[in-house]
């Protein structure tokens, strides 16, 4: 079992949660991310806090010594102009990081479509990663592939309330393996506590698989908007309004290139959906949560 286990991109989706859980199991982790005043909850509670940066080796060097195991997510950067080599610098500073501190267990977060090297957008370099991390000798690997974050959805809040419009290029009814990423955070405390051995792939499908149309229909119940439609944009448009939000055009040409690759069905789970496989949060549930930011404005 590992004795200090190191977090990176803890302030986020994922990151956080997975910090929470393993301190309220008493665990012994060394928390990451680029302010250190976002961390400051968790060295109330006992965590190490580490301020660096991911794209600098140095950073992740000093981060990870002292850390016996690692969960290691590449965080995303849209404004990066080459968004695949932004992700090897981020992969190859935590390889060569974990190399150093002597690191044996990962627990690296990938995505469902990880397992195809190009035509899947922004996953490709999560694909780079998961070679990267197998080719390393002696250290123990399990790859997170989750599908669809229902997070996704809070994209929509703004357009729901400016507009009373939920969408993005995504086809309505294209059904999706669809997960909260508490669950995510759920199975990667599991990971540490059991500990992890050789090199795996965990393939994550939320509690059943979900079109657009059935996500939008359940936010819209629980907002009090029944009638609320999910349409789907044309890649053109969205392309224009991700690079208007700050993307960059290479981001915003990948996430489109995914969007095709998930409408097309080229990414999609590479096994079935099993009770292994298959998490606990509802779609029913995440539109509770949320209606209640939704309700106060967030
Ligand atoms: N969205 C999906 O449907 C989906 C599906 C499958 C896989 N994924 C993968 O999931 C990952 C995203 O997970 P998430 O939602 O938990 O992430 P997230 O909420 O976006 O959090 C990423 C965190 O990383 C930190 N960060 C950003 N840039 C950094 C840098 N240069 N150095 C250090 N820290 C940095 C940020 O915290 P600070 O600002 O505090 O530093 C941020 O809180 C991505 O790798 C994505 O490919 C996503």
Do not use: C
């Amino acid at each position: 079992m590992p004795d200090r286990i190191v977090i990176t991109a803890a302030t986020g989706n994922i990151g956080s949660k997975l910090a929470e859980i393993l301190l309220s199991k008493g665990k012994r982790i060394k928390v990451i991310g680029r302010d250190d005043k976002k961390l400051e909850a968790f060295k109330m509670k006992g965590a190490d806090v580490y301020e660096g940066n991911a794209e600098k080796a140095s950073d992740m060097k000093r981060a990870f010594m002292g850390g016996s195991a690692l969960f290691a997510l590449i965080p995303p950067n849209y404004a990066a102009t080459d968004p695949r080599a932004y992700q090897n610098k981020v992969g190859q500073a935590y390889a060569d990081a974990i190399a150093e501190a002597g690191i044996k267990e990962v627990v690296n977060l990938s995505s469902v479509g990880a397992h195809l090297s190009e035509g899947n957008g922004l996953i490709a370099g999560l694909y780079d990663q998961e070679q990267r991390l197998n080719s390393m000798r002696g250290v123990s690997v399990v790859h997170l592939r989750p599908g669809y974050f229902m997070e996704n959805l809070f994209w929509n809040m703004d357009s729901i309330r400016k507009s009373g419009i939920a969408g993005s290029p995504l086809k309505g009814d294209v059904a999706l393996p669809m997960i909260a990423t508490r669950d995510i955070a759920s199975i990667a405390a599991v990971q540490f506590l059991v500990g992890v051995e050789g090199k795996s792939v965990q393939e994550l499908m939320g509690q059943r698989d979900l079109t657009l149309n059935e996500a939008t229909a359940a936010i819209g119940k629980a907002i009090g908007k029944p009638d609320l439609k999910y349409v789907q944009f044309p890649y053109a448009d969205a392309e224009k309004s991700m690079v208007g939000m700050g993307m960059s055009l290479e981001s915003a040409q990948l996430t489109n290139e995914m969007n095709k690759g998930f409408n097309e069905g080229i990414i999609k789970p590479s096994t079935g959906r099993k009770p292994e496989n298959t998490t606990m949060t509802s779609i029913e549930e995440f539109a509770q949560h949320f209606a209640e930011i939704y309700k106060k404005g967030g």
